[in-house]
């Protein structure tokens, strides 16, 4: 919080937080972006942990034919993410103007995806249609469009060629793996936790060796974040040693790979309930899906308009 | 016709007349100003620079902002090269203010006053021509343009450091400017193909 004068009454006034933080942030070499993370815009952030673990926990659930999955995949993306997703908008109530531009922009192409998966996904469960004939077509437009539901929200970060650390091919394959573990998580976290006709087994393994190649991606993208130029090697200074490095280390690094992989290592040792286990390996993951989405998003800096030794050098 | 801009860092004297003339004319709220001043220090004692930078949207040729726009919003004038927000069209997604190098954008989330008495008059007046939940920049004061005017910001100038015209006018004075002393872009790795050129202050 900053001060200022009152001209008129010569009191000291106290500065308003966000112009305190603009004006600070104008004076820096390297900008943070403030707009998709910072007040209501954590919003986009929650939007896309939903709508990714969603598509994810969708396809799993399909592909294991559990419908408690599926339902609880279609509340995440239409219900949470959706109402994140309008929560978040300036002007909700133009919402539907998102669609016109599929040609051009991810985002609207991603609104294009949530509305086909959420016609879909619905139609696909109803007993009318899952006994008819159009089943098989219904069910896999859902899984198409759960696809680019997972394909489109990297895309959006990596489109801004203002913040070169999203702007990288990387994004996108972390943003669907990501999705994929979630949505794993998610199903894992639901069979341990009072629900029933899954073999959560089968699932099981395939978590393990998606959270093992998440934490590979990770380890790939910041080493070739570092090799992108000055604003992108700020960004991986600010999660790894920097304001951010406590949700990188705490969320995404501890309860995202480290516990999923202690947890499933120490499984003898611990003596735990099968079920239990795996519930706790799956909240687990969940907590680090959404620690390295807010993290990836919160340390996004802006090229810098002038370098810190002279004008006009790229950053 | 491409309109745009060359601004001479070396007449610049950082007296942020523009961004005053510009708060002027567009009425916008505090924390939003279409056309700031940067300043940059660097080097150590006795041997210091010091240098403003006055940054405004670039009307770039490749418009990063209405690449990303789902709306259809953030627009290019094809008669002259602006680049402008169709409030009316805008959702407040921030993928512009994401995408602008340059930090032209601007979110318009809480309607804030200067003053804790309330807007006055003026304020009132002008600030009725701003909608909130949208993104605004700088359109070249269009308004202006049709009356036959430059806008605030270089009219304003009392250095004449900012100079606007036509740049694919090869004898306009923007274009002789850039030819001849040296006229560069920001950020040009980008590939937006700004509309504003800098010329160097060191000539």
């Known amino acids: ?315 | 016709m491409r309109l745009g801009m060359v601004i001479d860092l070396k007449r610049c004297i950082g007296c942020y007349g523009c961004q005053i003339a510009c708060k002027a004319e567009h009425g916008t709220r505090p924390g939003t100003t279409y056309a700031r001043v940067v300043k940059r220090e660097w080097g150590v004692y006795p041997n210091v620079k010091k240098l403003s930078i006055p940054v405004l949207c670039m009307h770039c040729a490749e418009p990063p902002c209405v690449e990303v726009c789902p709306t259809g919003a953030s627009q290019k004038r094809s008669e002259d090269g602006i680049v402008f927000v169709e409030s009316d069209f805008c959702v407040g997604c921030r993928a512009c203010v994401m995408s602008c190098p340059y930090g032209a954008r601007y979110f318009q989330d809480e309607q804030r006053d200067y003053f804790d008495t309330g807007e006055n008059e003026y304020e009132q007046a002008l600030y009725a021509a701003h909608q909130a939940g949208v993104v605004e920049k700088c359109d070249f004061c269009r308004h202006r343009l049709e009356q036959g005017q430059e806008p605030a910001c270089s009219a304003n100038c009392m250095c004449k450091a900012r100079i606007f015209g036509d740049l694919e006018d090869p004898n306009s004075e923007v274009s002789r400017l850039i030819r001849e002393e040296g006229g560069f872009q920001l950020n040009p790795e980008l590939g937006t193909d700004p509309s504003v050129y800098y010329l160097p202050p060191d000539r």
């Open chain 1, 1 to 315: 919080m900053g001060e200022r004068i009152d001209w008129r009454t010569g009191e000291t006034m106290a500065f308003p937080d966000r112009l305190d933080l603009q004006r600070q942030d104008l004076s820096q070499v390297y900008r943070p972006q403030r707009e998709w993370i910072d007040g209501r815009g954590l919003l986009i952030v929650i939007a896309h942990f939903f709508s990714g673990i969603g598509a994810g926990a969708w396809l799993w659930s399909t592909l294991y034919d559990f419908p408690m999955g599926q339902a609880l995949a279609i509340g995440c993306v239409i219900g949470l993410s959706g109402v994140a997703h309008m929560a978040f908008l300036g002007r909700w109530d133009r919402f539907w103007r998102m669609l016109r531009r599929p040609h051009q922009s991810w985002i609207s192409r991603g609104i294009w995806s949530i509305g086909i998966f959420g016609l879909a996904a619905v139609a696909s469960m109803l007993p009318a249609v899952r006994d008819s004939a159009a089943a098989p077509v219904v069910l896999g437009l859902s899984v198409l469009a759960a696809t680019a539901i997972l394909l489109y929200e990297g895309f959006v970060y990596a489109a801004s060629r203002a913040i070169p650390f999203w702007r990288t091919r990387l994004l996108p394959v972390l943003y669907i793996a990501y999705g994929l573990r979630g949505g794993a998580a998610l199903l894992l976290a639901v069979a341990a936790f009072g629900g029933s006709g899954f073999d959560v087994r089968a699932v099981e393994v395939i978590k393990l060796w998606v959270v093992v190649s998440t934490a590979v991606l990770i380890l790939l993208y910041l080493v070739s974040s570092t090799r992108s130029g000055g604003a992108a090697r700020e960004s991986v200074a600010q999660l790894v040693a920097g304001r951010i490095s406590p949700a990188f280390y705490g969320g995404t690094v501890l309860a995202g790979i480290v516990a999923p992989i202690a947890l499933a290592l120490s499984r003898d040792a611990l003596g735990l309930p099968e079920l239990v286990l795996l519930g706790a390996i799956g909240l687990a993951s969940l907590v680090g899906d959404f620690y390295v989405k807010y993290c990836i998003v919160k340390a996004g800096v802006y090229v810098p308009l002038v370098a810190a030794e002279g004008v006009g050098s790229p950053g």
